[in-house]
C-alpha cells in the first residue's frame, strides 16, 4: 500500500480516557491559534480557538492550552469517544490581516470502544 | 449551518490539461482561500483573495495557477498545464469580513489525480 508521507504522530486511546494532543510553532509573531479536526475524506473542521492574549480557553469537552514562552499548544479532549478519531491539526496566523493560516503536521487520534 | 461547497469532488486529468476547481463560498463571507494537501502531508496555503484581488500567494502558486471570482457566488482555482505533483486535495476555505482572527471555514475538497 501507499506510505509515502504517513508518518503523523499518532496517538491511541481508549473509550472515555482523556486525550492530550500537542502542537509546537516557530513563529514569534503568531497570535492566533486554531484546532482543526479532519476526518477521512473531509475538509478541517474548525474545533476551538485561541488568542494570544490567552493561556486557556474551554468549549464544550475541548480545551485549549496556549504557551507561548515556549511555543506550545495543546488541546485536551475530556471523555475521548470513537466519532472522536480523525487527524487533528494546529494551524496559526500573525496580525498580517489577511489570516493566512499555517498549518502543523497533525496528529491522528486513534479512539478503541 | 452553512458551509462552504466545492465541485467537483474528484477530477482525474492528463498531465498538461487544464483543470478548473470550483468552490461556492459561505454567503456573507468577503475572504477566501485556496489550500492544498498532498496525501498524508500537512495543508499548505495555496493563495489568499479578497475584493476581487489576491491579497496573498505562497511559493506554490506559480504561473500555472490562478484564482477568479466570476460571479458573487463561485470562487475559482485553475491549473493551466497540469503536472503530476499537482496531485492532492484542494480546499477552498472563506471567512467573515470585519472579524479580524476569526476561523477559516473549509470545503470537504476536490480530489485532483493528474496522470
Known amino acids: 500500500g501507499e506510505s509515502v508521507g504517513l508518518h503523523l504522530p499518532t496517538l491511541s486511546v481508549q473509550e472515555g480516557d482523556n486525550s492530550i494532543i500537542n502542537c509546537a510553532y516557530s513563529n514569534s509573531a503568531s497570535d492566533y491559534f486554531i484546532w482543526y479536526k479532519q476526518e477521512s475524506g473531509k475538509g478541517p473542521q474548525f474545533i476551538i480557538d485561541?488568542?494570544?492574549?490567552?493561556d486557556k480557553r474551554q468549549g464544550q469537552r475541548v480545551t485549549v492550552l496556549l504557551n507561548k514562552t515556549v511555543k506550545h499548544l495543546s488541546l485536551q479532549i475530556a471523555a475521548t469517544q470513537p466519532g472522536d478519531s480523525a487527524v487533528y491539526f494546529c494551524a496559526e496566523t500573525d496580525n498580517s490581516g489577511y489570516s493566512t493560516l499555517t498549518f502543523g503536521k497533525g496528529t491522528m487520534l486513534l479512539v478503541s470502544p | 449551518e452553512p458551509e462552504v461547497t466545492q465541485t467537483p469532488s474528484h477530477q482525474v486529468t492528463q498531465m498538461g490539461q487544464e483543470v478548473i476547481l470550483r468552490c461556492v463560498p459561505i454567503s456573507n463571507h468577503l475572504y477566501f482561500y485556496w489550500y492544498r494537501q498532498i496525501l498524508g502531508q500537512k495543508v499548505e496555503f495555496l493563495v489568499s483573495?479578497?475584493?476581487?484581488?489576491?491579497?496573498?500567494k505562497s511559493e506554490i502558486f506559480d504561473d500555472q495557477f490562478s484564482v477568479e471570482r466570476p460571479d458573487g457566488s463561485n470562487f475559482t482555482l485553475k491549473i493551466r498545464s497540469t503536472k503530476l505533483e499537482d496531485s492532492a486535495m484542494y480546499f477552498c476555505a472563506s471567512r467573515e469580513e470585519g472579524q479580524y482572527n476569526s476561523p477559516l471555514h473549509f470545503g470537504n475538497g476536490t480530489r485532483l489525480t493528474v496522470t
Open positions: 485561541i488568542r494570544s492574549n490567552m
Open positions: 483573495f479578497y475584493n476581487n484581488e489576491i491579497s496573498e
